[in-house]
């Protein structure tokens, strides 16, 4: 029999149970950082709201930052997640069209800004961040198997980085066409040949050294 308090012990996610338990908590997560913002967001209210106890919100999420993390990273409303590709500029642009999306959710945009916040003075917040960024890198690595590239975390924040500055510093939208500029522009960092065809290939069907397995 486990030592470990009951309230400490991690959910069985591979559950079918716990899957619609923590689906059902991140639905109205996301409907109460949408009506009160992440203030808002208690686990008091959120555990009323899903019709469970405390302490089933704190075995899935130790904290708040982690839940936010969760939200940011998981739901319905993120965007079409791109499919894998050989063709390097189109997979660079589904991603960030799809990353977009998602930051642009009612729910995702106050839980990014709460996270990005709260990392300078409170260590799980920047746990959570250095968690999505690393996350969503090993992601769109997955997505560039197929051209055999897999780019370092340098070119992975030369690429989103544009993109988030877009959306939350300038507060603008970041258009089709300013995503199809950031990815052209980040084409050039790779390194990749003129008349490639996007696909990281130069004009003799080999990839650049730095990119070849």
Same mark, same amino acid.
């Given at each position: 029999?486990?030592?470990?308090?009951?309230?400490?012990?991690?959910?069985?996610?591979?559950?079918?149970?716990? !899957?619609?338990?923590?689906?059902?908590?991140?639905?109205?997560?996301?409907?109460?950082?949408?009506?009160?913002?992440? @203030?808002?967001?208690?686990?008091?209210?959120?555990?009323?709201?899903?019709?469970?106890?405390? !302490?089933?919100?704190?075995?899935?999420?130790?904290?708040?930052?982690?839940?936010?993390?969760?939200?940011?990273? @998981?739901? #319905?409303?993120?965007?079409?997640?791109?499919?894998?590709?050989? +063709?390097?500029?189109?997979?660079?642009?589904?991603?960030?069209?799809?990353?977009?999306?998602?930051?642009?959710?009612?729910?995702?945009? #106050?839980?990014?800004?709460?996270?990005?916040? %709260?990392?300078?003075?409170? #260590? +799980?917040?920047? %746990?959570?961040?250095?968690?999505?960024?690393?996350?969503?890198?090993?992601?769109?690595?997955?997505?560039?198997?197929?051209?055999?590239?897999?780019?370092?975390?340098?070119?992975?924040?030369?690429?989103?980085?544009?993109?988030?500055?877009?959306?939350?510093?300038?507060?603008? !939208?970041?258009?089709?066409?300013?995503?199809?500029?950031?990815?052209? !522009?980040?084409?050039?960092?790779?390194?990749?040949?003129?008349? +490639?065809?996007?696909?990281?290939?130069?004009?003799?069907?080999?990839?650049?050294?730095?990119?070849?397995?």
């Amino acid at each position: 029999m486990s030592s470990t308090p009951v309230h400490r012990r991690k959910p069985t996610l591979s559950n079918p149970r716990v !899957q619609r338990t923590r689906a059902r908590i991140i639905t109205v997560a996301r409907e109460l950082l949408s009506e009160a913002g992440p @203030e808002g967001l208690t686990y008091a209210l959120l555990a009323e709201r899903a019709g469970v106890t405390r !302490q089933t919100v704190y075995r899935h999420w130790h904290n708040r930052a982690a839940l936010l993390s969760d939200l940011i990273l @998981e739901g #319905p409303d993120l965007g079409n997640y791109p499919e894998p590709g050989t +063709d390097v500029r189109i997979v660079a642009t589904a991603w960030l069209k799809s990353m977009r999306d998602g930051m642009n959710a009612p729910a995702v945009r #106050p839980a990014v800004l709460a996270v990005t916040a %709260q990392a300078d003075h409170d #260590p +799980d917040s920047a %746990q959570a961040l250095v968690h999505i960024v690393e996350d969503r890198h090993a992601a769109f690595n997955g997505m560039l198997e197929p051209a055999g590239v897999r780019i370092s975390a340098e070119e992975y924040t030369l690429l989103y980085g544009p993109v988030v500055a877009r959306l939350f510093f300038d507060r603008a !939208q970041a258009t089709d066409a300013f995503i199809d500029a950031v990815v052209a !522009q980040w084409l050039t960092t790779l390194r990749l040949e003129d008349g +490639d065809g996007g696909d990281g290939r130069d004009g003799h069907g080999d990839r650049p050294a730095r990119e070849r397995r």
